[in-house]
C-alpha cells in the first residue's frame, strides 16, 4: 500500500519534448509547489526549485506526503539534476533519485560522459553503463525542456531519456491550447499527454509562466486520476517580464 501512494505521488518521468524552431528563454531561477490529490483528498506536495550552484545548475524536485498518505508512510521522493547548457540546451551531467517511501529505500544516481557517450547508471550501489545518444535526459530535466521547447506547431514528437538503465523513446502527443483556472489565476495553456499501455498522463502548461506546467494528471484505467496543482511560484513573472536565456 505505502509503495502504491508513493508511485501516485511521483509524477515525474513521464513527458519529454524536441526543440522546435526558436526556443523559449529557461528563467535563472524559480521554486514552484504543487498539491497533490486524488479522490478529492490531499495525499502530498511536490516542490521544484531550480537554481544555479557554481559548476552547475541545479533542478530539484522533493514529494512528501500530506493529508491521509502520512498514515501510509513518512518517507518522501528526491530526484536532483544537475547540468549545464550545450549548444543553448540543457545538457545533464548528474542525476540522483532517492525514494525512502518504499519497504526497501531505492538509490538510483547516473553519471553522464559526454566524451565517450557513456552514461554510468548505480542502482543501490551497483553501477554499470550503457550507450548515451545526443540529446538524451535525465528523468528529471525534461521539464525544463518542456519550458524550453514550447510551443511548437507539430502534434507528435518523441525525444530519447534515460531512463531504468535503458534509453527509452517518448512519443507525445500535443492536444491543443486550452484555458486553465487555479488558485493562482486563469491560464492560457498547451495540453501534452502521454499515453504508455493503461497510463494516461496530460499536463497544462502556462504560456504566462514561461510553459511551466500548472496542472500534471495521471491516471491509469478506470482508476481516480491523480491531479498535481500548482499552488505557489517565485522567480516567474505572468507575462514573463523576468525570463532570461541563460546561457
Known sequence: MINHFF???????????TSQGQATPLPQQFTAVYAVKTSGMTIGETKRVLSHNGEYYQFESITRPKGVARLLTSGQVVERSQWNFFHGQPRPEHYTFFNSGSKKNRNVKLDFDWDKNRVINTINGEPWSMPLEHGTQDKLLYQLRIMQDLPTSKTMLRYPVADGGKLKYYD???IGKERIRTKLGTFDTIRLRRTKGSRKTTLWCAE????????IEQQKNDD???????TSVSGITPGNKNLSAAR
Do not use: C, F
Open 172 to 174: 507525445i502527443e500535443i
Open 208 to 215: 504566462q509562466l514561461g510553459y511551466l506546467p500548472v496542472r
Open 7 to 17: 508511485r501516485l505521488l511521483v509524477l515525474s518521468g513521464t513527458l519529454l519534448l
Open 224 to 230: 481516480s486520476p491523480v491531479i498535481a496543482t500548482l
